[in-house]
């Protein structure tokens, strides 16, 4: 069983950076492929980023790349979120997750998963 905790979340004006951390306890954290998912209100939850197991692949969706950059420290089980150039349709709840695939994009290949982090991001 794997419990994540997102944090670093918080309010940020249009063009800033936030850091999001995830820290992972109760499982072999360099076993799962983590990943980044956003929701914005009245949205559907929504992939953002994914890095594998050593942290050798890394997977975007389309509108984070080159802004946002996944990364993930084994030795301190936790896994990252840079985000750059935020705007404010970035303005969402982010959650972590893990799956024990090697490397996965939908939420169905992810079973356990933080309680989110508020972004807002303010123009």
Do not use: H
Not at 52 to 62: H, Q
Not at 84 to 103: F, H, I, R
């Amino acid at each position: 069983q794997v419990q994540l905790v997102e944090s670093g979340g918080g309010l940020v004006q249009a063009g800033g950076s936030l850091r999001l951390s995830c820290a992972a306890s109760g499982g072999t954290f360099s076993s799962y492929c983590m990943g980044w998912f956003r929701q914005a209100p009245g949205k559907e939850r929504e992939f953002v980023a994914a890095i594998s197991w050593s942290g050798g692949s890394t997977y975007y969706a389309n509108s984070m790349k080159g802004r946002f950059t996944v990364s993930r420290n084994n030795a301190k089980n936790t896994v990252y979120l840079q985000m750059n150039s935020l705007k404010p349709e970035d303005t969402a709840v982010y959650y972590c997750a893990a799956s024990a695939l090697l490397l996965a994009t939908t939420l169905p290949r992810y079973g356990y998963w933080g309680q989110g982090t508020q972004v807002t991001v303010s123009s």
